[in-house]
C-alpha cells in the first residue's frame, strides 16, 4: 500500500512538471486577443450578432446550378457577451489574424446585424 501511495505520488509530481507543447503559440494568441480587444473584460454590450452573408453558390455543370446561384447565409452569434466571445475566439485560436473586418468593425462599432458582400471592403 505505501508503494503504491508513493507511486501516486511520483505521478502527481511529475504531472505538475508537464509543460505545454504550444505555450509560445498559446501566449502569441494571447498578445493579438490584447492587442485586438483590450486587456479587460469586455463590456457586455451585445448578446446577439447576425451576420448576413450574400455569397454565390458556383458549381459544377454535374450539379445543374448555372455559372453561379445565390447562396445567403446567417451567421448568429449568441450569448452574454459577443464581443469577450469574439475574444475568446481569437485567444483558442479560431479567428486568425489579421482579424477579419466584419469581426474588427464589431469591435469598433458594436452592431447587431453585419451584412457582408462579396468585394467589398468595409
Given at each position: 500500500?505505501l508503494?503504491?501511495?508513493?507511486g501516486?505520488?511520483m505521478?502527481?509530481?511529475?504531472?505538475?512538471?508537464?509543460?505545454?507543447?504550444?505555450?509560445?503559440l498559446?501566449?502569441?494568441r494571447?498578445?493579438?486577443?490584447?492587442?485586438?480587444?483590450?486587456?479587460?473584460?469586455l463590456p457586455a454590450?451585445?448578446q446577439?450578432v447576425?451576420?448576413k452573408?450574400?455569397?454565390?453558390?458556383?458549381?459544377s455543370?454535374?450539379?445543374n446550378?448555372?455559372?453561379?446561384t445565390?447562396f445567403?447565409?446567417?451567421?448568429?452569434?449568441d450569448?452574454p457577451?459577443?464581443?469577450?466571445?469574439?475574444?475568446?475566439?481569437v485567444?483558442?485560436g479560431?479567428?486568425?489574424?489579421p482579424m477579419p473586418?466584419?469581426?474588427?468593425?464589431?469591435?469598433?462599432?458594436?452592431c447587431a446585424?453585419?451584412?457582408?458582400?462579396p468585394?467589398?471592403?468595409?
Amino acid at each position: 500500500m505505501l508503494r503504491s501511495l508513493v507511486g501516486s505520488e511520483m505521478c502527481i509530481r511529475d504531472r505538475a512538471k508537464v509543460l505545454c507543447e504550444e505555450a509560445e503559440l498559446h501566449e502569441q494568441r494571447s498578445l493579438h486577443a490584447d492587442e485586438a480587444c483590450g486587456v479587460g473584460p469586455l463590456p457586455a454590450a451585445l448578446q446577439r450578432v447576425d451576420w448576413k452573408i450574400k455569397g454565390a453558390l458556383q458549381g459544377s455543370s454535374d450539379l445543374n446550378l448555372g455559372a453561379t446561384t445565390e447562396f445567403p447565409m446567417l451567421v448568429r452569434f449568441d450569448g452574454p457577451n459577443v464581443m469577450e466571445g469574439v475574444k475568446q475566439l481569437v485567444r483558442a485560436g479560431v479567428v486568425e489574424m489579421p482579424m477579419p473586418a466584419p469581426l474588427s468593425t464589431l469591435l469598433d462599432k458594436p452592431c447587431a446585424q453585419i451584412l457582408v458582400e462579396p468585394g467589398r471592403q468595409d
